[in-house]
């Protein structure tokens, strides 16, 4: 019994020198650390006092109990040329958001199934419109839709040709 005393002190002396020294350290490095942080909170924004408007002599403003008419949408450039047709369904989703995902040929016709936003297949061959620029199917491939579209930066004659690639 004598040996199990004489191990068990060692650990106990142990014990009691570990803790004096690094303690102290830890309470100092606690105590410091928040001694440099300031919290800062902006001032608010100065308000402005309310000034009341009369509308007396408002001749040339618009009467602010009457409602506004729409305005008419801006005249198209001297380069886009008026397109009169019946519109079609894909003339309302943009050329960006159209996938071409098929092709088929029946009695020697071309058409290429394109995909829209809403998720619905639509069918189109040469001559359909397409696009929110009055865009013209003028080819279908295996591959690819080619779409003359009608747009003001579009050079001398107002076009672009535009492709619908086949996509997997």
Known sequence: ????????????????????????????FV??????????????????????????????????????KPEAPPPPGPNVKADIHQPEEL???????????????MDNKAYAMISAPDGKLRNVT???YIGQNYGRVISVTETEVKIKEQVQDGGPEGTRISTLELTE
Do not use: H
């Open 91 to 105: 003339e309302g989703f943009p050329l960006e958001s159209l996938k071409m995902v098929g092709y088929l040929s």
């Open 126 to 128: 040469v001559g359909n």
């Open 31 to 68: 105590k410091n650390s928040g001694a440099d942080l300031r919290g800062k909170i902006e001032a608010p924004p100065e308000v402005k006092p309310y000034e009341p408007f009369t509308y007396n002599n408002a001749e040339g403003l618009p009467d602010p109990f009457k409602s506004k």
């Open 1 to 28: 019994m004598s040996k199990a005393r004489w191990m068990i002190l060692p650990v106990i002396l142990a014990l009691a020198g570990c803790g004096s020294e690094e303690d102290q350290d830890l309470k100092d």
